[in-house]
């Protein structure tokens, strides 16, 4: 009795913890940056053991029905012990059902829960001007709470003077061929940032892509740039700042080196590409066919002449055959001459040893000459 009621608690219990997360429903707009926290420390609540100690979590989150999650949603966690982040910049408006799936690292039990993200198309036009910067001292987990971004936004925003700067990405430095680095405090993978506006660029983000500052960056020096900027958390990688202009490549006086515009685009001449090929040919065609001659010849060599020793030998024996074949031969007819020269006696066997008319006996002895011949019935004469 008290075993089945233990059973059906713990059933009434999975069912409350499969039930108490219903499905939630979030709202994530095309080319804005979205992020959903999975808080560890909610899911821990509920893993919650005897002697109030919080387990370790992680998390799968997939399309429902696949093994993945679609293409603009990422997932990101620490440690077990951090909370997890669903995060991504959608393209186009559509409706996914994520599944969730909570694992208590200690005792193996799930959870599940649904997201259902229901991507609204975008409200107002794309901003034409996009501006990617990277934050060297910075992991992405970092810098996908809400506060983080809104610090960094912030300053960037009186700088650029404008309020309507918008976080459309955010990446992992180490998506972008960026190494892990050392596990020392203060090195971070980097996080690169892409931020939009409607209003043109500032003054000093144009400094960035100035051949004197990208010259300085190969020789491996730090420019620090827009000293408009107050200090903060962040710390900006002038060298990897990537401005991204739709309305075209914008007349900038500080631009000192624009790209020119030779007219028509003049493809490289024929000829040279036709000379080019000569090398080429004679080492795709030439080559092999050379080394297929040489195996034929090595080949030839090999059926016709081993061959014709073989065939040499094979004569050889034969003719050894022959003569021995040949001495068998006259051996036998030496043999029969000898045998015929000789009076050889009837064997025994087919002599009558008496006539059966007369009665008369006939001693075989008679007709023996040596002593092999004698009868084993002698005695009975
Ligand atoms: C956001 O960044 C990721 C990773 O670099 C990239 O695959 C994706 O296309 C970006 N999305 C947008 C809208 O730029
Ligand atoms: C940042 O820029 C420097 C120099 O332009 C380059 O060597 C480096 O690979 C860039 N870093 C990343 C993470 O792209």
């Excluded at 200090?231 to 500080?254: H, K, Q, R």
Aim: glycine share 4%; with cysteine; aromatic share 8%.
């Amino acid at each position: 009795m008290a075993s089945r009621s233990v059973a059906r608690l713990t059933a009434s219990l999975w069912l409350c913890l499969l039930g108490c997360f219903g499905d939630q429903n979030v709202y994530p707009s095309v080319g804005t940056l979205f992020v959903h926290k999975l808080d560890a420390e909610i899911y821990q609540q509920h893993f919650l053991n005897k002697s109030g100690h919080p387990h370790p979590v992680s998390f799968r989150a997939n399309l429902v029905g696949f093994p993945d999650l679609p293409r603009w949603l990422r997932y990101t966690q620490r440690s077990p012990w951090h909370s997890a982040y669903l995060y991504g910049s959608p393209t186009i408006p559509d409706k996914h059902v994520i599944e969730v799936t909570v694992y208590n690292r200690n005792t193996y039990e799930i959870l599940r829960e649904k997201i259902v993200f229901n991507i609204l198309s975008a409200t107002d036009v794309p901003p034409p001007y996009e501006a990617e910067f990277l934050i060297d001292n910075m992991d992405v987990e970092e810098m996908l709470p809400p506060e983080a971004r809104h610090n960094f936004q912030v300053p960037l925003e009186d700088l650029w003077n404008t309020k309507r700067l918008s976080v459309i990405n955010v990446t992992s430095a180490l998506d972008r061929g960026g190494r892990v680095p050392l596990p020392l405090p203060g090195l971070k993978e980097g996080v690169f940032v892409k931020v939009g506006s409607v209003v043109p660029f500032p003054e000093c983000l144009y400094e960035t892509q100035k051949p004197q500052i990208r010259q300085q960056c190969k020789e491996g020096k730090r420019p620090v740039l827009c000293p408009e900027l107050p200090a903060s958390d962040f710390s900006i990688d002038w060298c990897n700042v990537t401005l991204i202009d739709e309305l075209g490549p914008s007349p900038t006086p500080l631009m000192s080196e624009p790209l020119k515009w030779d007219g028509e685009f003049n493809p490289p001449s024929e000829e040279l590409g036709e000379t080019n090929f000569l090398p080429d040919y004679l080492l795709t065609m030439l080559l092999p066919i050379l080394i297929a001659l040489l195996l034929c010849v090595l080949l030839s060599y090999i059926m016709c002449c081993r061959r014709e020793g073989v065939q040499k030998r094979d004569a050889e024996t034969s003719e050894i055959q022959l003569v021995h074949q040949q001495s068998i031969f006259s051996n036998t007819e030496e043999l029969r001459n000898m045998a015929s020269n000789r009076d050889v006696p009837r064997p025994l066997s087919t002599l009558p040893m008496f006539n059966v008319r007369t009665g008369q006996r006939t001693s075989p002895m008679e007709f023996s000459g040596d002593g092999a011949r004698v009868p084993l019935i002698l005695s009975q004469q």
